[in-house]
């Protein structure tokens, strides 16, 4: 059997484990979630939005900006 973490936890919505746990709140444990998944960063749910573009709609992206690097913010949703 494989180990490999699937990329997307919710496939009908595109969600990774990132945009859940950013959608439902689950700030505290982002900046260790990012750290071990940090590819999923980029990756777009559906609705073509990343973990960023919540973070950044809920206001809290200086919470994990210690996480980042300024690569991970050169990121465009659908509309820009």
Known sequence: AMSQKPKYTEPELGNTVLHLAALNGHFDQLPIAIRENRELLSLRNKAGT???HILAAKGLLNKIKVQLSSEDFLLKNSQG
């Open 50 to 52: 990343s973990v960023l």
